[in-house]
C-alpha cells in the first residue's frame, strides 16, 4: 500500500465515525453521511475540473446508493447502512465502490455465519435458519414479502470497512 491519499483518509474518517455511531447507536445519522458525501463531490471538482468530479462523484454516489437499495427495501438493512455506501461513492467513484460492495458483502457474509455458529440456542441461529428458508421461499416464489422485521444482527458499517480497506490494500474483483 502507497502512502493514503486525502480521499483515502476522508473515507477512513467516514468509517470510523459510522462504525463508532453504527455499533453504539445502531445508527449511522445523515450528519454524517451527508457532509462527507458533499465533502467528496466538492473535492474532486476542484482536483478534477467541475464537470468530471460532478460525473465522478455523482456517479459513484449514485451506484453506492443502488447496490444496497433492494436489500434496504426489503428490510434487510437499515437507511444508514445505504447512505454510507452512497457517501463513500462520493469519494471513491464507480469502480471503487463496486468492489468495496463486493468485498463488504463477502466479510458480511462472513461475519454473519459466524455469528450464526457461534450462538447458543434459538437466538441467532433459529433466526438465521428462518431467515434462509424466508430467503428460499421468496426466490422459489413460494412466499413473498414476509421476512423477519427483527433486530439487526451485524452492524453493516463493519462489512462495508472491510470492503474499503481491502481497495486500499490494492483488493480488486471487478
Known amino acids: 500500500m502507497d502512502t493514503l491519499s486525502f480521499p483515502d483518509l476522508a473515507g477512513l474518517f467516514l468509517l470510523a465515525g459510522a462504525n463508532f455511531l453504527d455499533i453504539r447507536k445502531k445508527r449511522i445519522p445523515n450528519e454524517l453521511t451527508v457532509p462527507l458525501a458533499l465533502l467528496g463531490l466538492g473535492y474532486h471538482m476542484v482536483t478534477r475540473g467541475v464537470l468530471k468530479g460532478v460525473v465522478f462523484s455523482a456517479t459513484g454516489g449514485a451506484t453506492g446508493l443502488s447496490l444496497l437499495f433492494i436489500p434496504f427495501t426489503m428490510g434487510w438493512m437499515g437507511g444508514g447502512d445505504v447512505k454510507l455506501l452512497a457517501a463513500l461513492g462520493f469519494w471513491t467513484g464507480i469502480r471503487d465502490i463496486i468492489n468495496i460492495f463486493l468485498f463488504g458483502a463477502m466479510a458480511g457474509g462472513v461475519i454473519s455465519l459466524v455469528m450464526i455458529m457461534i450462538s447458543e440456542g434459538e437466538g441467532y441461529f433459529g433466526q438465521g435458519k428462518v431467515l434462509l428458508m424466508d430467503l428460499f421461499r421468496f426466490f422459489s416464489g413460494e412466499k413473498k414479502g414476509e421476512f423477519i422485521r427483527g433486530p439487526v444482527l451485524l452492524p453493516y458499517s463493519l ?9 486500499l490494500v490494492g483488493g480488486d474483483i471487478f
Open 159 to 167: 462489512p462495508i470497512s472491510i470492503g474499503y480497506i481491502a481497495i
